[in-house]
């Protein structure tokens, strides 16, 4: 496929002088919609803003791709699907993609700063491209956890050991990301933490009055958001459901699932307690999971392993408290537990009884005060927050390889 090119908007904000003097190359496996909003952000703080993604869209993705208002290119390359078998014992499929023509389109762009999604094979050709012109910076974007990178190959090791050694900064999502480079001798100094950012459309679809109208009388007491897949770890909240249920006969508790994948089927014909029920919603759009999150009194998020975990933002900025695994990192950096939400370990039987008595046996007026400052707690995680604190990093990277050019603005 061929380089689209699309013009920046004309209503940015930032004015020439505000801009970083800067062309900033970003790639990145592809762009999925809530990305979207913070690429457009950063593209109006910087000189030029150019995209490599690997594919327009993973396979394994309902979504469509949209660059609307940024210059992206689809590289060539290799693109293959691996199985996974984490130590929590579950298995999933990772996309592993090789874009072999990176060092080629890096020439020829020439930009200032390479901002490189993971650290992988387009990681190792930007360390290449910068090895070939030491004044351009590299800035090495880690989305991983301590807990999702158990197990990685030796290979693997070695390989992040040397790229993390060459980047003049490292951006993390969180606190576990930043503990995980650390490993490889980075210092706090070179590390920027930038946590996911939801942008908003969601929460936005969740007026006062739907909130106020139902958190008196929810719908559903709990919702789960995301794909139905060994990962997220919903069917062993099921089961968890279903003895907590054996436990409470006298309470009925309703889950609402809003999602897809290949365990639909057998979460819908599991046996149930009769005051347990399950509503799978399938996929849902914007407006109508908004629907859903004014409906529901608190999300869980019951992931085995996640780096981050979008749906926990989507939730405290829709006014819902959040009951969280500790495996997604977004639980460890948002929630503070028993003020926004409440935190556990899905694969701790015992611990996973007790936080469901926590949120289920709650009093409507806790959980409607909780759900307030769930609400203040991630007001400031927008997009254009995010873009700031990526150009801040940016800059200095720009001024490890440049100091005479790039001072402190």
Known sequence: MNAIQVPQAASSPHTSADRLPAHVVLLTNFIPPYRLPLYRELSRRVARLTVLVSTPMERNRNWTA???????????????????????????????????????????????????????????????????????????????????????????QMLRHWLLRRADRV????????????????????????????????????????????????????????????RKGIVPLVEQLAAWVARHPQRPVRLAIAGSGPLRERIETRPLPAQLTICCLGELGHDQLAAVY??????????????????????????????????????????????????YRPDDAGQVQRALDRVLLAQRRKLRVMGWLARRSVRHLTPDWAAERLVQSLRAALRSRRPNSYREA
Not at 197 to 226: I, K, M, N, Q, Y
Not at 317 to 330: R, T, W
Request: charge should be neutral.
């Open 294 to 343: 004014a409906r529901s009194g608190a999300l869980v998020m019951p992931s085995l392993a996640d780096e981050w975990g979008l749906v926990v933002n989507e939730a405290l900025a829709a006014g819902l408290p959040v009951l969280g695994s500790v495996y997604s990192q977004a639980v460890e950096e948002l929630l503070v537990d028993g003020r926004n939400g409440w935190l």
């Open 171 to 230: 951006v993390v999502n969180g606190q576990s990301g930043a503990r995980y480079v650390r490993r490889f001798g980075v210092a706090d100094q070179r590390i920027d933490r930038v946590p996911y950012t939801a942008a908003g459309a969601v929460a936005a679809g969740v007026t006062a009055g739907e909130r106020a109208r139902h958190r008196s009388a929810p719908e559903f007491d709990l919702l789960c958001v995301g794909q139905l897949i060994e």
């Open 66 to 156: 949209d660059w609307r208002g940024l210059e992206v290119e689809v590289q060539r390359g290799w693109s293959m699907e691996r199985p996974w078998r984490h130590r929590q014992g579950f298995r999933d499929k990772v996309h592993v993609h090789l874009p072999w023509d990176t060092l080629e389109r890096l020439r020829r762009l020439r930009p200032d700063v390479v901002l490189s999604a993971e650290l992988g094979f387009r990681s190792l050709m930007s360390a290449l491209y910068q090895a070939e012109r030491p004044d351009a910076a590299l800035v090495l974007w880690a989305m991983v956890s301590e807990h999702t990178e158990q197990g990685r190959g030796a290979a693997r």
